[in-house]
Protein backbone atom coordinates (compact mmCIF):
# COMPACT_ATOMS: atom_id res chain seq x y z
CA UNK A 1 0.00 0.00 0.00
CA UNK A 2 2.79 2.36 0.86
CA UNK A 3 4.55 1.10 -2.02
CA UNK A 4 1.35 2.87 -4.56
CA UNK A 5 0.92 5.82 -2.52
CA UNK A 6 4.21 6.59 -3.12
CA UNK A 7 4.86 5.73 -6.71
CA UNK A 8 1.79 8.29 -7.32
CA UNK A 9 3.08 11.22 -5.06
CA UNK A 10 3.99 13.33 -7.73
CA UNK A 11 0.90 12.83 -9.73
CA UNK A 12 -1.22 13.16 -6.87
CA UNK A 13 0.60 16.47 -5.68
CA UNK A 14 0.99 18.12 -9.10
CA UNK A 15 -3.18 17.47 -9.27
CA UNK A 16 -3.75 18.81 -6.32
CA UNK A 17 -2.00 21.53 -6.55
CA UNK A 18 -3.29 22.54 -10.14
CA UNK A 19 -6.55 22.19 -8.38
CA UNK A 20 -5.44 24.55 -5.58
CA UNK A 21 -4.21 27.28 -8.43
CA UNK A 22 -3.58 27.33 -11.85
CA UNK A 23 -0.04 26.82 -12.98
CA UNK A 24 1.38 25.23 -9.27
CA UNK A 25 1.10 22.01 -10.42
CA UNK A 26 3.21 22.78 -13.39
CA UNK A 27 5.89 24.63 -11.06
CA UNK A 28 5.99 21.45 -9.10
CA UNK A 29 6.99 19.41 -12.07
CA UNK A 30 9.48 21.79 -13.08
CA UNK A 31 8.29 23.22 -16.05
CA UNK A 32 8.46 26.79 -14.55
CA UNK A 33 7.76 28.30 -18.31
CA UNK A 34 4.76 26.40 -18.73
CA UNK A 35 3.54 27.03 -14.74
CA UNK A 36 4.03 31.06 -15.44
CA UNK A 37 2.22 31.29 -18.51
CA UNK A 38 -0.82 29.77 -17.33
CA UNK A 39 -0.55 31.18 -13.70
CA UNK A 40 -0.19 34.52 -15.19
CA UNK A 41 -2.81 33.85 -18.13
CA UNK A 42 -5.69 32.38 -15.64
CA UNK A 43 -5.18 35.15 -12.74
CA UNK A 44 -4.79 38.06 -15.34
CA UNK A 45 -8.37 36.52 -17.01
CA UNK A 46 -10.18 35.73 -13.90
CA UNK A 47 -9.55 39.19 -12.14
CA UNK A 48 -10.14 41.10 -15.28
CA UNK A 49 -13.65 39.79 -16.38
CA UNK A 50 -14.60 38.11 -12.63
CA UNK A 51 -16.61 41.64 -12.35
CA UNK A 52 -18.02 41.02 -16.00
CA UNK A 53 -19.27 37.57 -15.05
CA UNK A 54 -20.43 38.20 -11.90
CA UNK A 55 -22.40 40.89 -13.79
CA UNK A 56 -23.51 38.87 -16.45
CA UNK A 57 -24.72 35.80 -14.88
CA UNK A 58 -27.12 38.03 -12.26
CA UNK A 59 -28.43 39.32 -15.74
CA UNK A 60 -29.14 36.04 -16.84
CA UNK A 61 -30.68 34.83 -14.01
CA UNK A 62 -32.71 37.94 -13.32
CA UNK A 63 -33.10 39.20 -16.80
CA UNK A 64 -33.45 42.54 -15.14
CA UNK A 65 -34.74 44.72 -12.32
CA UNK A 66 -36.24 47.73 -13.78
CA UNK A 67 -37.64 48.49 -16.91
CA UNK A 68 -37.37 52.29 -19.20
CA UNK A 69 -39.50 54.51 -17.66
CA UNK A 70 -40.40 57.85 -17.52
CA UNK A 71 -39.96 60.16 -13.70
CA UNK A 72 -40.56 63.97 -14.12
CA UNK A 73 -40.95 63.74 -17.74
CA UNK A 74 -37.96 62.57 -18.58
CA UNK A 75 -36.73 58.92 -19.64
CA UNK A 76 -35.08 56.86 -17.41
CA UNK A 77 -33.22 54.12 -19.44
CA UNK A 78 -33.41 50.47 -17.60
CA UNK A 79 -32.97 46.66 -18.33
CA UNK A 80 -33.55 45.29 -21.22
CA UNK A 81 -33.98 41.35 -20.31
CA UNK A 82 -32.86 40.09 -24.04
CA UNK A 83 -29.92 42.23 -23.96
CA UNK A 84 -29.35 40.83 -20.27
CA UNK A 85 -30.02 36.93 -21.95
CA UNK A 86 -27.35 37.27 -24.74
CA UNK A 87 -25.09 38.63 -22.57
CA UNK A 88 -25.45 35.94 -19.88
CA UNK A 89 -25.09 33.21 -22.37
CA UNK A 90 -21.90 34.71 -23.67
CA UNK A 91 -20.41 35.06 -20.45
CA UNK A 92 -21.78 31.65 -19.27
CA UNK A 93 -19.49 29.88 -22.57
CA UNK A 94 -16.58 32.10 -21.45
CA UNK A 95 -16.65 30.60 -17.78
CA UNK A 96 -17.04 27.04 -19.13
CA UNK A 97 -14.16 27.49 -21.33
CA UNK A 98 -12.50 28.87 -18.22
CA UNK A 99 -13.49 26.03 -16.43
CA UNK A 100 -12.52 23.53 -19.37
CA UNK A 101 -8.72 25.02 -19.11
CA UNK A 102 -9.50 24.56 -15.32
CA UNK A 103 -10.08 20.62 -15.80
CA UNK A 104 -6.93 20.45 -18.75
CA UNK A 105 -4.70 22.30 -16.40
CA UNK A 106 -5.17 19.41 -13.61
CA UNK A 107 -5.09 16.79 -16.15
CA UNK A 108 -1.57 18.07 -17.57
CA UNK A 109 0.48 18.04 -14.25
CA UNK A 110 -1.21 15.16 -13.63
CA UNK A 111 0.30 13.14 -16.70
CA UNK A 112 3.20 14.80 -16.11
CA UNK A 113 3.71 14.44 -12.66
CA UNK A 114 3.14 10.72 -13.22
CA UNK A 115 6.37 10.72 -15.94
CA UNK A 116 8.24 11.60 -12.97
CA UNK A 117 6.76 8.60 -10.93
CA UNK A 118 7.99 6.69 -13.79
CA UNK A 119 11.54 8.36 -13.43
CA UNK A 120 11.47 10.21 -16.96
CA UNK A 121 12.00 13.45 -18.47
CA UNK A 122 9.30 16.27 -17.66
CA UNK A 123 9.09 18.14 -21.35
CA UNK A 124 9.70 22.15 -21.15
CA UNK A 125 7.38 24.48 -22.89
CA UNK A 126 9.77 23.88 -25.86
CA UNK A 127 9.07 20.54 -25.76
CA UNK A 128 5.41 21.01 -25.40
CA UNK A 129 5.14 23.38 -27.99
CA UNK A 130 6.58 20.87 -30.56
CA UNK A 131 4.35 18.16 -29.33
CA UNK A 132 1.54 20.23 -29.62
CA UNK A 133 2.44 21.39 -33.37
CA UNK A 134 2.50 17.80 -34.55
CA UNK A 135 0.34 15.45 -32.53
CA UNK A 136 -2.41 17.89 -31.62
CA UNK A 137 -2.31 20.09 -34.78
CA UNK A 138 -5.35 18.83 -36.38
CA UNK A 139 -7.47 19.46 -33.33
CA UNK A 140 -5.65 23.17 -33.26
CA UNK A 141 -6.73 23.40 -36.95
CA UNK A 142 -10.19 23.26 -35.83
CA UNK A 143 -9.87 25.41 -33.12
CA UNK A 144 -11.20 28.69 -35.06
CA UNK A 145 -14.05 27.03 -36.40
CA UNK A 146 -15.31 25.29 -33.78
CA UNK A 147 -15.23 29.02 -32.17
CA UNK A 148 -16.65 30.24 -34.86
CA UNK A 149 -19.65 27.42 -35.20
CA UNK A 150 -19.81 28.03 -30.79
CA UNK A 151 -20.62 32.04 -31.33
CA UNK A 152 -22.75 31.35 -34.69
CA UNK A 153 -24.81 28.15 -34.40
CA UNK A 154 -24.89 27.24 -30.39
CA UNK A 155 -25.35 30.23 -28.80
CA UNK A 156 -27.93 31.44 -31.19
CA UNK A 157 -29.87 27.86 -31.07
CA UNK A 158 -29.66 28.14 -27.02
CA UNK A 159 -30.92 31.56 -27.18
CA UNK A 160 -33.62 30.45 -29.16
CA UNK A 161 -34.53 27.15 -27.03
CA UNK A 162 -34.39 29.70 -23.80
CA UNK A 163 -37.08 32.28 -25.15
CA UNK A 164 -39.18 29.31 -24.64
CA UNK A 165 -38.80 29.47 -21.70
CA UNK A 166 -40.06 32.91 -20.85
CA UNK A 167 -42.53 34.78 -21.37
CA UNK A 168 -41.14 37.25 -24.11
CA UNK A 169 -44.49 38.37 -25.98
CA UNK A 170 -46.55 41.05 -26.64
CA UNK A 171 -48.37 43.04 -25.33
CA UNK A 172 -46.86 42.85 -21.73
CA UNK A 173 -43.81 41.09 -22.08
CA UNK A 174 -41.66 43.15 -24.72
CA UNK A 175 -38.51 45.23 -23.64
CA UNK A 176 -37.47 47.78 -22.36
CA UNK A 177 -40.47 48.69 -21.78
CA UNK A 178 -41.59 45.83 -19.71
CA UNK A 179 -39.04 42.90 -18.64
CA UNK A 180 -39.16 39.30 -19.39
CA UNK A 181 -39.60 36.81 -16.69
CA UNK A 182 -38.69 32.89 -16.28
CA UNK A 183 -41.88 31.04 -16.52
CA UNK A 184 -40.44 27.36 -16.88
CA UNK A 185 -42.66 25.32 -18.71
CA UNK A 186 -45.27 27.76 -18.91
CA UNK A 187 -45.66 28.78 -22.67
CA UNK A 188 -45.63 24.72 -23.07
CA UNK A 189 -48.51 24.22 -21.28
CA UNK A 190 -50.08 26.97 -22.60
CA UNK A 191 -49.89 25.54 -25.85
CA UNK A 192 -51.14 22.17 -24.85
CA UNK A 193 -53.96 23.31 -22.22
CA UNK A 194 -55.01 26.59 -23.86
CA UNK A 195 -57.93 25.87 -26.29
CA UNK A 196 -56.77 28.18 -29.00
CA UNK A 197 -53.37 27.23 -29.20
CA UNK A 198 -54.03 23.58 -28.46
CA UNK A 199 -56.69 23.62 -31.78
CA UNK A 200 -54.01 25.97 -33.77
CA UNK A 201 -51.05 23.35 -33.25
CA UNK A 202 -52.81 20.69 -33.42
CA UNK A 203 -54.58 21.16 -36.60
CA UNK A 204 -51.77 22.85 -38.55
CA UNK A 205 -49.60 19.79 -37.54
CA UNK A 206 -51.87 17.40 -38.71
CA UNK A 207 -51.54 19.14 -42.54
CA UNK A 208 -47.87 19.69 -42.19
CA UNK A 209 -47.25 15.81 -41.95
CA UNK A 210 -50.08 15.18 -44.55
CA UNK A 211 -48.43 17.95 -46.99
CA UNK A 212 -44.30 16.47 -46.10
CA UNK A 213 -45.93 12.55 -46.73
CA UNK A 214 -48.03 13.95 -49.84
CA UNK A 215 -45.47 16.07 -51.43
CA UNK A 216 -42.55 13.87 -51.12
CA UNK A 217 -44.83 10.22 -51.97
CA UNK A 218 -46.06 12.30 -54.94
CA UNK A 219 -42.33 13.69 -56.13
CA UNK A 220 -41.13 10.17 -55.95
CA UNK A 221 -43.68 8.25 -58.18
CA UNK A 222 -43.43 11.42 -60.19
CA UNK A 223 -40.22 11.38 -60.51
CA UNK A 224 -40.05 7.51 -61.23
CA UNK A 225 -42.38 7.65 -63.74
CA UNK A 226 -40.63 9.84 -66.08
CA UNK A 227 -37.22 8.43 -65.74
CA UNK A 228 -38.72 5.00 -66.58
CA UNK A 229 -40.56 6.72 -70.01
CA UNK A 230 -37.46 8.38 -70.57
CA UNK A 231 -35.52 5.44 -70.34
CA UNK A 232 -37.97 3.45 -72.14
CA UNK A 233 -35.51 1.44 -75.00
CA UNK A 234 -38.56 2.77 -77.50
CA UNK A 235 -38.57 5.85 -76.81
CA UNK A 236 -36.62 8.41 -79.36
CA UNK A 237 -35.21 11.87 -78.53
CA UNK A 238 -33.98 10.82 -75.01
CA UNK A 239 -31.87 14.05 -74.72
CA UNK A 240 -34.37 16.06 -75.96
CA UNK A 241 -37.10 14.97 -73.33
CA UNK A 242 -34.75 14.83 -70.17
CA UNK A 243 -33.73 18.36 -71.60
CA UNK A 244 -37.92 19.37 -71.15
CA UNK A 245 -38.61 17.56 -68.13
CA UNK A 246 -35.56 19.23 -66.16
CA UNK A 247 -36.51 23.12 -66.94
CA UNK A 248 -39.13 23.61 -64.43
CA UNK A 249 -35.88 22.84 -62.27
CA UNK A 250 -33.20 25.39 -63.69
CA UNK A 251 -35.97 28.38 -63.47
CA UNK A 252 -35.52 29.91 -59.92
CA UNK A 253 -38.08 28.81 -57.90
CA UNK A 254 -39.65 31.84 -56.22
CA UNK A 255 -40.34 33.21 -59.65
CA UNK A 256 -42.38 30.19 -60.27
CA UNK A 257 -44.01 30.12 -57.33
CA UNK A 258 -45.54 33.78 -58.16
CA UNK A 259 -46.07 33.13 -61.63
CA UNK A 260 -48.24 30.13 -60.60
CA UNK A 261 -49.94 32.69 -57.47
CA UNK A 262 -50.78 34.94 -60.97
CA UNK A 263 -52.17 31.86 -63.00
CA UNK A 264 -54.37 30.64 -60.64
CA UNK A 265 -55.32 33.57 -59.08
CA UNK A 266 -59.27 33.30 -58.76
CA UNK A 267 -60.34 36.97 -59.46
CA UNK A 268 -57.97 37.46 -62.85
CA UNK A 269 -56.13 34.35 -63.35
CA UNK A 270 -55.72 33.39 -66.80
CA UNK A 271 -56.41 29.33 -65.94
CA UNK A 272 -59.70 30.26 -64.74
CA UNK A 273 -60.25 32.44 -67.33
CA UNK A 274 -59.57 30.06 -70.11
CA UNK A 275 -61.87 27.34 -68.36
CA UNK A 276 -65.05 29.42 -68.12
CA UNK A 277 -64.58 30.30 -72.09
CA UNK A 278 -64.69 26.36 -72.08
CA UNK A 279 -67.78 26.23 -70.29
CA UNK A 280 -66.38 25.15 -67.25
CA UNK A 281 -66.56 26.70 -63.91
CA UNK A 282 -64.07 28.66 -62.45
CA UNK A 283 -62.36 26.17 -59.58
CA UNK A 284 -60.92 28.02 -56.50
CA UNK A 285 -57.05 26.96 -56.73
CA UNK A 286 -56.02 29.47 -53.69
CA UNK A 287 -59.15 30.30 -52.16
CA UNK A 288 -61.37 27.18 -51.15
CA UNK A 289 -59.54 25.47 -47.72
CA UNK A 290 -59.08 21.91 -49.36
CA UNK A 291 -58.61 23.41 -53.27
CA UNK A 292 -55.57 24.99 -52.13
CA UNK A 293 -53.40 22.16 -50.16
CA UNK A 294 -54.65 20.27 -53.60
CA UNK A 295 -52.89 23.10 -55.50
CA UNK A 296 -49.73 23.33 -53.13
CA UNK A 297 -49.28 19.34 -53.65
CA UNK A 298 -49.77 19.93 -57.40
CA UNK A 299 -47.26 22.82 -57.91
CA UNK A 300 -44.54 20.72 -55.88
CA UNK A 301 -45.08 18.02 -57.83
CA UNK A 302 -43.71 20.79 -60.83
CA UNK A 303 -41.29 21.93 -58.82
CA UNK A 304 -39.57 18.73 -57.24
CA UNK A 305 -40.18 15.86 -60.18
CA UNK A 306 -37.40 17.11 -62.20
CA UNK A 307 -34.58 16.49 -59.57
CA UNK A 308 -36.20 12.94 -58.92
CA UNK A 309 -36.39 12.49 -62.29
CA UNK A 310 -32.42 13.02 -62.89
CA UNK A 311 -31.69 10.86 -59.63
CA UNK A 312 -33.86 7.96 -60.99
CA UNK A 313 -32.29 8.06 -64.19
CA UNK A 314 -29.07 7.28 -62.49
CA UNK A 315 -30.14 4.69 -60.23
CA UNK A 316 -32.28 3.05 -63.27
CA UNK A 317 -28.94 2.94 -65.32
CA UNK A 318 -27.09 1.09 -62.36
CA UNK A 319 -29.73 -2.20 -61.68
CA UNK A 320 -28.71 -5.07 -62.60
CA UNK A 321 -29.83 -6.66 -66.31
CA UNK A 322 -29.50 -9.89 -64.91
CA UNK A 323 -32.42 -9.59 -62.75
CA UNK A 324 -34.78 -8.97 -65.58
CA UNK A 325 -33.87 -11.21 -67.58
CA UNK A 326 -33.93 -14.14 -64.98
CA UNK A 327 -37.32 -12.67 -63.97
CA UNK A 328 -38.64 -12.44 -67.82
CA UNK A 329 -37.37 -16.82 -67.93
CA UNK A 330 -39.45 -17.60 -64.96
CA UNK A 331 -42.27 -15.62 -66.84
CA UNK A 332 -42.25 -12.40 -64.68
CA UNK A 333 -44.73 -9.85 -66.38
CA UNK A 334 -43.93 -5.86 -66.57
CA UNK A 335 -45.57 -5.47 -63.43
CA UNK A 336 -44.43 -8.04 -61.56
CA UNK A 337 -40.54 -6.87 -62.55
CA UNK A 338 -41.59 -3.12 -61.44
CA UNK A 339 -43.23 -4.43 -58.15
CA UNK A 340 -40.33 -7.21 -57.14
CA UNK A 341 -37.31 -5.60 -58.75
CA UNK A 342 -36.88 -2.16 -59.91
CA UNK A 343 -38.68 -0.15 -57.23
CA UNK A 344 -37.35 -2.46 -54.12
CA UNK A 345 -34.02 -1.38 -55.54
CA UNK A 346 -34.42 2.43 -56.38
CA UNK A 347 -36.05 2.55 -53.19
CA UNK A 348 -32.90 1.00 -51.15
CA UNK A 349 -30.72 3.77 -52.90
CA UNK A 350 -33.00 6.89 -52.43
CA UNK A 351 -33.74 6.22 -49.18
CA UNK A 352 -31.75 8.59 -47.83
CA UNK A 353 -32.72 11.46 -50.14
CA UNK A 354 -36.75 10.66 -49.16
CA UNK A 355 -35.78 11.31 -46.09
CA UNK A 356 -34.54 14.89 -46.49
CA UNK A 357 -36.69 15.44 -49.22
CA UNK A 358 -39.53 14.92 -46.61
CA UNK A 359 -37.52 17.05 -43.65
CA UNK A 360 -37.26 19.65 -46.42
CA UNK A 361 -41.03 19.57 -47.40
CA UNK A 362 -41.26 19.77 -43.62
CA UNK A 363 -39.93 23.11 -43.21
CA UNK A 364 -40.54 24.18 -47.33
CA UNK A 365 -41.54 27.97 -46.01
CA UNK A 366 -41.29 29.54 -49.42
CA UNK A 367 -43.81 27.35 -51.24
CA UNK A 368 -46.71 28.15 -48.64
CA UNK A 369 -45.52 31.67 -47.84
CA UNK A 370 -44.86 32.59 -51.81
CA UNK A 371 -48.12 30.86 -52.92
CA UNK A 372 -50.80 31.20 -50.62
CA UNK A 373 -48.95 33.38 -47.53
CA UNK A 374 -51.12 30.53 -45.10
CA UNK A 375 -54.66 31.43 -46.38
CA UNK A 376 -57.44 31.03 -46.96
CA UNK A 377 -58.50 32.39 -43.38
CA UNK A 378 -59.35 30.07 -40.53
CA UNK A 379 -61.65 31.04 -37.79
CA UNK A 380 -60.46 29.03 -35.64
CA UNK A 381 -56.71 29.12 -35.88
CA UNK A 382 -54.42 31.62 -34.13
CA UNK A 383 -52.80 33.83 -36.02
CA UNK A 384 -52.92 31.45 -38.66
CA UNK A 385 -54.69 30.93 -42.02
CA UNK A 386 -55.79 27.19 -43.50
CA UNK A 387 -52.38 25.99 -45.35
CA UNK A 388 -49.94 27.28 -43.52
CA UNK A 389 -47.40 24.67 -41.51
CA UNK A 390 -45.23 25.15 -38.78
CA UNK A 391 -42.68 26.71 -39.96
CA UNK A 392 -44.66 30.00 -41.69
CA UNK A 393 -46.97 30.10 -38.48
CA UNK A 394 -43.55 30.71 -36.18
CA UNK A 395 -43.15 33.19 -39.22
CA UNK A 396 -46.43 34.80 -38.52
CA UNK A 397 -46.37 34.94 -35.02
CA UNK A 398 -42.88 36.34 -34.46
CA UNK A 399 -42.62 38.67 -37.36
CA UNK A 400 -46.04 39.91 -37.25
CA UNK A 401 -47.45 39.60 -33.69
CA UNK A 402 -44.36 39.48 -31.33
CA UNK A 403 -45.22 36.14 -29.74
CA UNK A 404 -41.71 35.30 -29.33
CA UNK A 405 -41.78 32.52 -26.96
CA UNK A 406 -44.43 29.93 -28.10
CA UNK A 407 -42.82 30.49 -31.85
CA UNK A 408 -39.73 28.92 -30.05
CA UNK A 409 -41.61 26.64 -27.84
CA UNK A 410 -43.31 25.15 -31.15
CA UNK A 411 -39.48 25.14 -32.80
CA UNK A 412 -38.17 22.91 -30.45
CA UNK A 413 -40.86 20.58 -31.03
CA UNK A 414 -40.42 20.68 -34.46
CA UNK A 415 -36.76 20.21 -34.23
CA UNK A 416 -37.26 17.15 -32.12
CA UNK A 417 -39.83 15.55 -34.09
CA UNK A 418 -38.00 15.79 -37.30
CA UNK A 419 -34.83 14.84 -35.43
CA UNK A 420 -36.44 11.68 -34.30
CA UNK A 421 -38.07 10.60 -37.52
CA UNK A 422 -35.00 11.17 -39.02
CA UNK A 423 -32.57 9.28 -36.74
CA UNK A 424 -35.27 6.49 -36.69
CA UNK A 425 -35.69 6.15 -40.01
CA UNK A 426 -32.00 6.37 -41.11
CA UNK A 427 -31.36 3.80 -38.12
CA UNK A 428 -33.85 1.41 -40.03
CA UNK A 429 -32.08 1.97 -43.70
CA UNK A 430 -30.42 -1.07 -44.95
CA UNK A 431 -27.51 1.10 -46.35
CA UNK A 432 -27.12 2.31 -42.88
CA UNK A 433 -26.81 -0.69 -41.45
CA UNK A 434 -24.21 -2.19 -44.09
CA UNK A 435 -22.28 1.59 -43.41
CA UNK A 436 -22.36 0.16 -39.69
CA UNK A 437 -20.71 -3.27 -40.38
CA UNK A 438 -17.78 -2.45 -42.78
Known amino acids: MNLTQEAGRYRTKAGLLSALLIGLGQLYNRQYGKGLLFMTGAQLLFWTYYPIAFKGIAGLITLGKAPTRIVGGKIVQGDHSIFLLIGGLITLVIV ?5 FYVLNIYDARKNGELRDEGRRVPGL ?21 GFALFVTVIPLTFNVLIAFTNYSAPAHIPDRALVDWVGLRTFTDLFTQEAWRSTFLGISVWNIAWAAASTVSVFFGGLLLALMVNYPGIRFKRFWR ?5 PWAVPQFISILVFR ?45 FLMAL ?13 EAAEVDGASGRQKF ?12 APILIMQFAFNFNNFNLIYLLTDGG ?16 SWIYKMTLNQSQFNMASAVSIIMFVFIAAFSLWNYRRMKSTREEDLV
Open 96 to 100: LLFVG
Open 126 to 146: IDSFRTARFRHLPYLLLLPAC
Open 243 to 247: TMFIL
Open 262 to 306: VLLNGSFGPVNDMLMKLGIPAVPWLSDPLMAKVTIVLVNLWFSTP
Open 312 to 324: MSGVLTTLPRDLY
Open 339 to 350: VGITLPLVLAAT
Open 376 to 391: PDHPGYYYAGSTDILI
